[in-house]
């Protein structure tokens, strides 16, 4: 079931219709504070990050609480903007700890800084 939900995400995130593949995921929206941190209760989120101005080269890091997490636990996740329209996030890291999760987004850009939000989608598999 875990398997047939992460294909569920992944086509979901990338628009492609499900068809027969279909099933049921669960995600919880969230907003991170100004300070980058965000708490989830599901295996799956959906975080909006606070307007951010990451400078071009800068990175960004949210760290996203969550019960469900362990050092061991595979966390997939996805950057795309939000509100923002400047700069170009790009996924630097992804570190599973305990109880947390440290998601670190680069803005790979040659010149522009982010001009509002970003979104990461993430799931937790155990």
């Given at each position: ?7 569920t995400?992944i ?19 969230v ?11 599901t295996?799956?989120a ?11 080269g800068?990175?960004?890091t949210l ?5 469900a997490?362990?050092p ?5 996740a996805s ?11 790009n ?10 999760v ?5 803005n790979?850009?040659?010149a ?15």
């Amino acid at each position: 079931m875990r398997l047939a939900a992460l294909l569920t995400l992944i086509l979901a995130l990338f628009a492609v219709p499900c068809g027969a593949v279909n099933l049921p995921i669960t995600a919880q929206q969230v907003t991170a504070s100004a300070a980058g941190a965000a708490s989830v209760q599901t295996d799956a989120a959906i975080v909006t990050t606070a307007a951010l101005t990451t400078a071009a080269g800068a990175t960004y890091t949210l760290t996203l609480a969550s019960p469900a997490i362990t050092p061991n636990s595979l966390v997939m996740a996805s950057v795309g903007n939000g509100t923002n329209t400047a700069g170009t996030p790009n996924l630097a890291s992804v570190t599973a700890g305990t109880a947390s999760v440290v998601i670190v987004v680069q803005n790979i850009h040659s010149a522009n800084s982010f001009n509002g939000t970003i979104e990461l989608n993430v799931i937790i598999f155990n």
